[in-house]
Nanobody
């Protein structure tokens, strides 16, 4: 059974930092992408960042470029987005998703094969 478990969410003041984690298990592919999405209250889900296991390629939404970085530990199938200079607009539930086929755009939620349950990030002003 494929499982994705997010952790690291919480309450932080504007300007602060958080590091999330996504632990993936139950699959054997060595060529996959882990994508982070977020959904703010009343808004559509948004692709935030992505890392590809095979070559370490990373992708970021324009809204987080320069503030968020994503890294991975392939031996653990774990991904760690580091979020700096957080803004109240970053408040959302953050989900990690597993893309085993990488046939669609990195931020296409319909292209994901498995999802975690999410972790809440709240940024206070």
């Amino acid at each position: 059974e494929v499982r994705l478990v997010e952790s690291g969410g919480g309450l932080v003041q504007a300007g602060g930092s958080l590091r999330l984690s996504c632990a993936a298990s139950g699959f054997t592919s060595d060529d996959y992408a882990i994508v982070w999405f977020r959904q703010a209250p009343g808004k559509d889900i948004e692709g935030v960042s992505c890392i590809v296991s095979s070559d370490g390629s990373t992708y970021y939404a324009d809204s987080v470029k320069g503030r968020f970085t994503i890294s991975s530990d392939n031996a653990k199938n774990a991904v760690y987005p580091k979020m700096n200079s957080l803004e109240p607009e970053d408040t959302a539930v953050y989900y990690c998703a597993l893309d085993l086929t990488q046939e669609e755009g990195w931020d296409e939620e319909g292209g994901m094969d498995y999802w975690g349950k999410g972790t809440l990030v709240t940024v206070s002003s």
